[in-house]
């Protein structure tokens, strides 16, 4: 991440901006039916750690005085709306996805006639280029 960070920085010419955006380990995936919250995903550890190392990464930058931060937090969005067993496909293929919390998949089996919706939280930081 630092020399993909170096890379970025060579790229934006002073003064430019430099946008930070992933997947926010902090705030779990929500699953959503009618609008409402009904249980939630849980993140593999592998991925929980690779933020962790980006975190660092670009902590590390900043120390450089290569980037100034400007501004950071995070955002929720939506995916498109899905069945159950989509989900379940989705679920099982994601490198980051590690499965259902606690009752989450007997609530979904529940009421399978509505889509699903998983909300994801998104982490940005914004910095300009020193």
């Known amino acids: 991440m630092v020399d993909a960070l170096h890379e970025a920085h060579r790229a934006v010419r002073p003064g430019g901006t430099l946008i930070d955006l992933r997947p ?3 705030h ?7 609008g409402r919250t009904i249980g939630g995903l849980y993140e593999r550890r592998d991925a ?4 962790h190392f980006s975190d660092r990464a670009v902590a ?19 995916m498109p709306p899905m069945d159950l067993p989509a989900l379940d496909d989705w679920v099982a293929e994601s490198r980051r ?13 529940h009421d399978a006639g509505r889509p699903i919706v998983v909300r994801r939280a998104l982490a940005y ?4 280029r020193l």
């Open 125 to 128: 930081g914004i910095y300009r």
């Open 60 to 78: 590390r930058v900043v120390r450089e005085g290569l980037l100034k931060p400007l501004r950071s937090g995070q955002f929720w969005y939506s």
């Open 48 to 51: 929980i750690s690779d933020n």
């Open 24 to 26: 926010d380990s902090d």
């Open 97 to 109: 996805i590690g499965g259902y919390t606690r009752g989450t998949h007997a609530a979904l089996a």
């Open 28 to 34: 779990p995936p929500r699953v959503l039916r009618a």
